[in-house]
């Protein structure tokens, strides 16, 4: 299924010009030329990005930015306009925009950009779901698992603070050698010496109380 895509401009011409590129590109288009047109679109579909001209007829685009951003932050919104200012440029970003675009620009950077953006959203909703999933299995063994780096723990599970009656903000950051002592960790798996690496363990243990 495509990427939908609002093309938000007070110049018809080149909305629809601005389309026609971006259907050729395998997007699925939508364009509005006002604020209202913009809300009316919003309220019916769901967007994987925007790109939102500043200066509309009845609204101004940097509080349409933060509607949409409040109300879908998977959503990208990139401003597309012929009348950039600094102040304008600093305030996208402070919202959460993903990109500043100023009009006139060759039709690839704007294809580029979209590319990057929804590639970027699906990367952040699979890295959500993965979460999730693992949480869920997680929280489903009965074995303690660990997530550290370093040797200090950056996650764990329920069953781990169970098992050394700990609160988890008591374990995360702790040496995992605290709670198991002369514990030999693995080796990271990539030929990658850098502390950047993360390990993953599951830890079976019997409480000798």
């Known amino acids: 299924m495509p990427d939908t895509i ?18 050729g590109e395998g997007f699925a288009v939508d364009t509005a030329h006002s604020g209202r047109e913009t809300f009316t679109h919003l309220d019916n579909f769901s967007y994987s990005a925007v790109l939102l001209d500043l200066h509309l007829p009845d609204l101004n685009g940097i509080e349409i930015a933060e509607f949409i951003i409040g109300r879908d932050p998977d959503c990208a919104v990139i401003i597309l306009t012929g009348e950039a200012t600094l102040d304008s440029a ?9 990109d500043y675009i100023t009009k006139p620009c060759r039709p690839e950077q ?15 909703k699979e890295l959500t ?10 929280e489903a063994t009965s074995e303690g698992i660990v997530i550290f780096r370093s040797e ?19 374990v995360v950051g702790v040496p995992l050698s605290t709670f198991i002592p002369g514990l030999e960790l693995p080796e990271p ?11 993953v363990s599951e830890i079976e243990a019997v409480r000798k109380d």
Do not use: W
């Open 6 to 23: 609002l093309v938000v401009d007070d110049q018809p011409t080149f909305a629809e010009s601005l389309k026609r590129i971006l259907v």
């Open 90 to 98: 600093i305030r996208a970003l402070r919202f959460g925009c993903y």
């Open 110 to 124: 704007i294809v580029h950009t979209l590319k990057r953006a929804t590639e970027n959203r699906f990367l952040k």
């Open 129 to 138: 779901a993965s979460r999730k999933k693992y949480q869920r299995l997680a």
């Open 152 to 170: 200090r723990i950056c996650e764990t599970n329920r069953q781990f603070c169970l098992l050394f009656r700990a609160l988890e903000e008591e």
């Open 189 to 199: 798996s990539l030929h990658d010496s850098s502390e950047a690496v993360m390990q």
